[in-house]
């Protein structure tokens, strides 16, 4: 009802506004259409041949201003006329001598209000308009007058149904969040300690890994209030207005404690002041200031906790981090193969599965995912399922799902020429067979030359048999003769390489520099870390780096890269040299298959014939396990790289980083290798 009378309250406004202006401009040019207007002269000569009938004489002057009058009157032949004069005094007496009708009009007095209103009707008309413009940005209604209150949701009994039973994969996690739950059911099982709730808890990990999700299952076990914001919903183009808001949420929290406020994109309103071409006092920052004062406000008997939720937390301010406002940073990493098991069997709990689907094997063959990964890929087996007409979802589904997911889906329809099909066949039994030659390199698991998403034309696979967070410098140098291996594969069958090994050339050059500059993997350079990244927080990237070196040093540098290249590639091509007529013999059968599973390949490579082309996906291999490396050949159309940087330093600790500069997102997922 309010709205309604607000908006009738608008549209009649409106009119008014439209009628005056309608009356101003209108009314008197109706008015003068009906005279024909004289000059004075014409007038004068008028009423000196006696043709005037009537005068009206209207003064348009007040006592003691310069006289002037509108005259208006009917000529003898009937025509009304209009006419202006200036001290027209006598012209009343002189007219009345003649025997003209003459009524004389005294000036009219304006109001005090009229006065007053015509003078500040501008004003208020553009008062009026901001304020139509102000209702229509802030969704109409209520916020027309209230946008520097919160937009937080409150949830009292519709509190999100997700409980921790539905969250898998991050059991660390839970425990912490757990305790604070638990604090707010019973108070008194901790205070008796002395201990004291923990005011402000900073969810990090990776994007996907389930901090969102926790913390509506934190919502959904706290029997509490519970606030929901996003941090962007602080920040406003009025300045002010995000303070303002952020004072309006914790007093509401106030009132409803005990209870529970998640800002879930925390950076967008924490990052570190002072970031940016203009530093310092703005509307963030202000912003920023006010939860700072709130955080460290609460008083001693306050029971009201802040859940925080981001994914870069090395750009968060250094004081929102410290104890006091954020006393607990949980870690949210990215999921081992249980963990990913136990978030496939929450996923899989209300989809009809079939029997042949084992989520152990699953889990073993998607190294790198995190819980949105794993949700989306028994989304894709569902569509597929539905898609053939199944009543269940096989594990045909599944591990097409995962391709899917890592690669993209195939695109049989892209036509490709027989040559350059020949050279993708080439350049991928190429890496299988140096993947396979080399020690301590991971299994191949399957082998294709279909198309998949909008780069890769093919693609090898390999899959770790066991987790590992430590990378030798034998494996790194092994891998970089993998990357290497399309590349001679090419050279030696077809004298003449082409561009789809750009993606490899990329990435082994940054293996061989990162094993220089940074892993202290030189000989001749020997222990040391060279070069130093700067990171400029308002991009949220790295922009330079500090080269804390010389020119010699630097020369050494790309000396030792080339060196370590050259090699690998050397040992690639001695490989695929003494294995020539078996490349050959493996390419053809992946000319005529297309695709070739890891014990396909494996018959091939002993020398031993296949069996007959199965139509299944060899969805029983069990000892398949983690991260997951595809080394693809890239479109000779492609203008940009698909690239995603490989990081080999997977020795990062799950605890949070002293320095908010580091990052936490450290393990990589499945790699495009060109």
Sequence with gaps: MGRVVKHLGLYLILIVLVVSLVNTFLTPAQTQQQYIELTYSEFISYLEAGEVRTLLIKNNTLPGESSSATLRGDLANGTRFLTYGIEVGNLASEAVRRGVAVTVEPPQRTSWWVTILSSLFPTLLLIGVWIFFLYNMQGGGGKV?????????????????????????????????????????????????????????????????????????????????????????????????????????????????PCLIFVDEMDAVGRHRGAGLGGGHDEREQTLNQLLVELDGFDESSSTILIAATNRPDILDPALLRPGRFDRHIVFDRPDVNGREAILKVHCKEKKVGDDVELGVLARRTPGFVGADLANLVNEAALLSARRGRDNIGMDEFEEGIERVMAGPERRSRLISDKEKKIIAYHEVGHAIVAKSLP????????????????????????????????????????????????????????????????????????????????????????????????????GRDISEDRDYSEEVAYAIDQEVKAIIDSCYAKAKEILSEKRELMDSIADILLDRETLDGQEFDLLMNGEELPEKKSSNNGGESEKSEEAEISETEETEETEETEETEETEETEETEVPDLPEEKIDSVPKNEFLA
Excluded at 148 to 161: H, I, M, V, Y
Excluded at 478 to 495: P, T, Y
Excluded at 509 to 538: C, N, P, W, Y
């Design 145 to 257: 007058m209230s946008f520097a209150r919160s937009k937080a949701k409150l949830f009292l009994d519709n509190r999100p149904k997700v409980t921790f039973a539905d969250v898998a994969g991050c059991d660390e996690s839970k425990e912490e969040l757990q305790e604070v739950i638990h604090f707010l059911k019973d108070p008194a099982k901790f205070t008796k300690l002395g201990a004291k709730v923990p005011k402000g808890v900073l969810l990090l990990g990776p994007p996907g890994t389930g901090k969102t999700l926790l913390a509506r299952a934190s919502a959904g076990e706290a029997d509490v209030p519970f606030f929901s914001v996003s941090g962007s919903d602080f920040v406003e183009m009025f300045v002010g207005v995000g303070a303002a808001r952020v004072r309006d949420l914790f007093d509401q929290a106030k009132r409803y404690q």
């Design 440 to 539: 301590e390199s991971d299994p191949i698991h399957k082998i294709s030359i279909v198309p998949r998403g909008h780069a890769a034309l093919g693609y090898t696979l390999q899959l770790p048999e066991q987790d590992r967070f430590l990378v030798s410098r034998a494996e790194m140098l092994n891998r970089i003769s993998i990357f290497l291996g399309g590349r001679v594969a090419e050279e030696l069958a077809f004298g003449d390489v082409t561009s789809g090994a750009a993606n490899d050339l990329d990435r082994s050059t940054k293996t061989a520099r990162q094993m220089v500059t940074e892993l202290g993997m030189s000989d001749r350079l020997g222990l040391v870390k060279l070069g130093r990244k700067h990171e400029e927080i308002f991009l």
